[in-house]
């Protein structure tokens, strides 16, 4: 697929405005606040897709010709959210400069393919969002849809994915699935949406900050003249000025540079960083063989597999070690598990394999 970009102005790209146009005062009076911040888009969204329902769902056609009013009066360009045929229509009728494309509306490729459809011939630029669940092809497949019906103005946003429990996040991260679509259409723009990642003010900025350090091309923040009182999203939007000095402060660091200094003191620290990935798995397939050895131990006192309280155990002593080292207790969990799941199937195909063959993996 290729991509042209949505946005011509320098990075950083910044979108913002609120979560919901309300009313018409606060939808201009936020992007007053905001008319020289530099954005490039003022954000708010005329139809809200609310996990339940009762909550606001959004203020409908109407908030259509306060977003005009924007971008005549303040000279902001606008963006909003379609989720069906129907939004795109009114939308392009009403002049909207660009159409976003929501988290479950990604995950629905019936709604996906509908608003392709509906966009066919039509040159708008779309930003779309990642789906709500952690499914890169899901996300890459909407791109496609709208791709075949012709659109080529298309930018990423990267709001986070759901998942069940507490968490610091009200969607988590999960930067690597990011990543992997940066690697997979290097031209593609990419945005972070802070404030859907977030999900409250006080982890904002450094969020932000990480993003930037991830290069990407810019951010979408949800800002309100009364956060407190906003009808959606409340806890996650801030006040203009609040993102005028988070914006200021962060850093944008340079991709790259030609100084030999730090090409030569990154190269060091990069050869050695190989040698210990090699060792790493090196030290992990020596840990299989000894699980493998005893699977066949195992096998011949007829022995389960899943061993719970070896496991806890282990587990314990891995987490306080980790703990010691300055390794997050996330990252020791997921890795035990991800070593673990792999012993358990390495054991799984020996213990049920035929006895010629389990002889055969253990010389
Ligand atoms: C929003 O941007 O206000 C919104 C509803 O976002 P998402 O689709 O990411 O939940
Ligand atoms: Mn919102």
């Known amino acids: 697929m290729t991509f042209e970009p949505v946005f011509s102005s320098t990075r950083p790209i910044l979108v913002a405005g609120p979560c919901s146009a309300e009313t018409e005062e606060q939808v201009l009076a936020t992007a007053r606040a905001l008319q020289d911040s530099g954005i490039a888009l003022f954000r708010a969204g005329i139809w809200k897709p609310r996990t339940r329902p009762g909550a606001f769902e959004g203020i409908g056609k109407p908030g259509l010709k306060w977003l005009q009013r924007v971008r005549q009066e303040v000279g902001l360009a606008v963006t909003t959210e379609v989720a069906n045929a129907q939004h795109v229509e009114e939308c392009l009728k009403h002049g909207i400069d660009v159409f976003w494309i929501g988290a479950r509306t990604t995950a629905n490729p019936f709604s996906v393919q509908e608003i392709a459809d509906a966009l066919r011939g039509v040159d708008i630029p779309l930003l779309v969002k990642n789906p709500v669940n952690p499914d890169l092809k899901l996300w890459i497949g909407a791109f496609e849809r709208l791709h075949s019906a012709g659109i080529r103005r298309m930018a990423a946003v990267h709001r986070g994915f759901s998942s069940y429990g507490d968490s610091t996040y009200r969607n988590a991260p999960r930067w690597q699935i990011a990543i992997d679509l940066m690697q997979t259409f290097p031209n593609l ?61 962060l850093m944008r660091r340079a991709i790259t540079t030609d100084d030999p200094d730090f090409l030569a003191s990154i190269e060091n620290c990069r050869s050695a960083i190989d040698e210990i990935d090699q060792e790493i798995i090196t030290l992990i397939a020596r840990r299989m063989q000894l699980v493998r050895d005893i699977a066949l131990i195992k096998k011949e006192k007829n022995v389960a597999v899943l061993q719970p309280e070896r496991f806890r155990a282990l587990r314990e002593a891995l987490l306080l070690r980790g703990q010691k080292n300055e390794l997050s207790q996330e990252f020791i969990a997921l890795l035990l598990e991800a070593i673990h799941q792999e012993s358990i199937h390495q054991q799984e195909r020996l213990m049920n394999a035929p006895a010629i063959c389990a002889n055969k993996v253990k010389v």
Do not use: K
Request: aromatic share 6%; hydrophobic share 40%; with cysteine.
């Open 189 to 249: 723009e990419i945005l972070c949406d802070i404030s859907h990642i977030c999900g409250r003010r006080d982890t904002l900025a450094q969020t932000a900050q990480m993003a930037y350090d991830l290069n990407y091309d810019g951010l979408m923040v949800e800002v309100h003249p009364t956060p407190d009182q906003a009808w959606s999203d409340a806890a996650q939007q801030i006040l203009p000025e609040q993102f005028q000095q988070m914006t200021a402060a």
